[in-house]
């Protein structure tokens, strides 16, 4: 890159190296900006007879141009790519979905001296619109051989992140307690709907049993037949273990047993199960508040058809410590 100082008339398609304000104080052309012949004359009737721009030189690649590639290339799924000013590409949902992102590649790509990307947190939702991550270049170009060596990983290891969307999002719950599921359903439906909608889900599958072993087993089967994304089972005891009475439910019905234990505060005591592709989540104590818990984290890619493994809950302690 090489910057010079020209005069305005020959400014013309140069880049500006640096922004440019009116006697008043307010800025009149940002940094980085290219210039136009409407703005050529917008300069000369500021009085302005040279301004300092910057060249391209062979083997360099524009800010802009650079970011547009690297975003085409580090996303897939409900995602698009929208150009922003200062050499910066943005990366927006265009429906509900989950954001998973692939950390290790992430912090690869951005240990080189010309890109950087930043992402939403692996496993948050977003709605349609929002901005899930952002790629940023060098000011005002990128030399050819290290986007082509950023290109190149992506290509080989991509993406970096996957905005998988939420499509017609079923949940089951089952609401159980000792004494009686009515009970149970008194005390969480509220909370429960509430989290629900956060993610844009508005109706749900729900029953309310004893919590009894048979009885939970039997209402396990009925849910899971109406194939739902998720079964949530709101209990008002906490599991001692997967030989507990929820526990051994799943199991009677079919279920892969997962993971006991998360490293997320609150909701440590999380069971993860999968019947064939279902999850089946016993959470105790997370549906008593609205407030950020483990199940606010498993849930999106849940309700995305992503099956989450007993590693990736291992790995939630990063950052587990909710509250």
């Given at each position: 890159?090489?910057?010079?100082?020209?005069?305005?008339?020959?400014?013309?398609?140069?880049?500006?190296?640096?922004?440019?304000?009116?006697?008043?104080?307010?800025?009149?052309?940002?940094?980085?900006?290219?210039?136009?012949?409407?703005?050529?004359?917008?300069?000369?009737?500021?009085?302005?007879?040279?301004?300092?721009?910057?060249?391209?030189?062979?083997?360099?690649?524009?800010?802009?141009?650079?970011?547009?590639?690297?975003?085409?290339?580090?996303?897939?799924?409900?995602?698009?790519?929208?150009?922003?000013?200062?050499?910066?590409?943005?990366?927006?949902?265009?429906?509900?979905?989950?954001?998973?992102?692939?950390?290790?590649?992430?912090?690869?790509?951005?240990?080189?001296?010309?890109?950087?990307?930043?992402?939403?947190?692996?496993?948050?939702?977003?709605?349609?619109?929002?901005?899930?991550?952002?790629?940023?270049?060098?000011?005002?170009?990128?030399?050819?051989?290290?986007?082509?060596?950023?290109?190149?990983?992506?290509?080989?290891r991509g993406p970096i992140l996957q905005a998988r969307p939420m499509?017609?999002?079923?949940?089951?719950?089952?609401?159980?307690?000792?004494?009686?599921?009515?009970?149970?359903?008194?005390?969480?439906?509220?909370?429960?709907?509430?989290?629900?909608?956060?993610?844009?889900?508005?109706?749900?599958?729900?029953?309310?049993?004893?919590?009894?072993?048979?009885?939970?087993?039997?209402?396990?089967?009925?849910?899971?037949?109406?194939?739902?994304?998720?079964?949530?089972?709101?209990?008002?005891?906490?599991?001692?273990?997967?030989?507990?009475?929820?526990?051994?439910?799943?199991?009677?019905?079919?279920?892969?047993?997962?993971?006991?234990?998360?490293?997320?505060?609150?909701?440590?005591?999380?069971?993860?199960?999968?019947?064939?592709?279902?999850?089946?989540?016993?959470?105790?104590?997370?549906?008593?508040?609205?407030?950020?818990?483990?199940?606010?984290?498993?849930?999106?890619?849940?309700?995305?058809?992503?099956?989450?493994?007993?590693?990736?809950?291992?790995?939630?302690?990063?950052?587990?410590?909710?509250?």
């Amino acid at each position: 890159m090489r910057a010079q100082t020209v005069d305005v008339r020959d400014s013309t398609g140069r880049i500006l190296c640096c922004t440019i304000f009116r006697q008043s104080g307010k800025k009149l052309l940002a940094k980085g900006h290219t210039i136009s012949e409407e703005d050529v004359r917008l300069l000369q009737t500021e009085g302005m007879s040279e301004v300092w721009v910057t060249e391209l030189e062979e083997g360099e690649v524009a800010e802009d141009q650079a970011v547009s590639m690297v975003g085409a290339e580090m996303a897939c799924g409900c995602v698009e790519v929208r150009l922003a000013a200062g050499g910066r590409a943005n990366l927006v949902a265009t429906e509900p979905c989950c954001v998973l992102v692939d950390d290790e590649l992430l912090r690869q790509i951005n240990c080189t001296s010309s890109i950087v990307i930043a992402t939403a947190t692996n496993f948050s939702y977003a709605k349609p619109g929002q901005r899930i991550a952002t790629v940023k270049s060098a000011p005002f170009a990128v030399a050819s051989s290290q986007l082509e060596a950023v290109i190149s990983i992506l290509k080989e290891r991509g993406p970096i992140l996957q905005a998988r969307p939420m499509r017609d999002p079923r949940v089951a719950v089952l609401y159980c307690d000792p004494i009686s599921g009515d009970r149970a359903r008194q005390l969480f439906e509220n909370i429960m709907r509430q989290r629900l909608e956060r993610f844009g889900v508005t109706s749900y599958v729900q029953h309310a049993v004893v919590e009894d072993e048979s009885a939970v087993t039997a209402a396990l089967s009925q849910l899971l037949r109406s194939r739902p994304s998720v079964v949530l089972v709101a209990s008002t005891t906490a599991p001692a273990g997967p030989e507990d009475v929820v526990g051994q439910a799943m199991t009677r019905v079919g279920c892969h047993m997962e993971r006991f234990l998360a490293p997320v505060e609150p909701g440590n005591l999380l069971l993860l199960g999968y019947k064939d592709n279902i999850p089946i989540v016993s959470a105790p104590g997370c549906f008593r508040s609205a407030k950020p818990n483990v199940v606010d984290i498993v849930l999106p890619p849940m309700l995305a058809h992503y099956r989450i493994s007993g590693w990736e809950i291992a790995c939630l302690g990063h950052g587990g410590l909710l509250a």
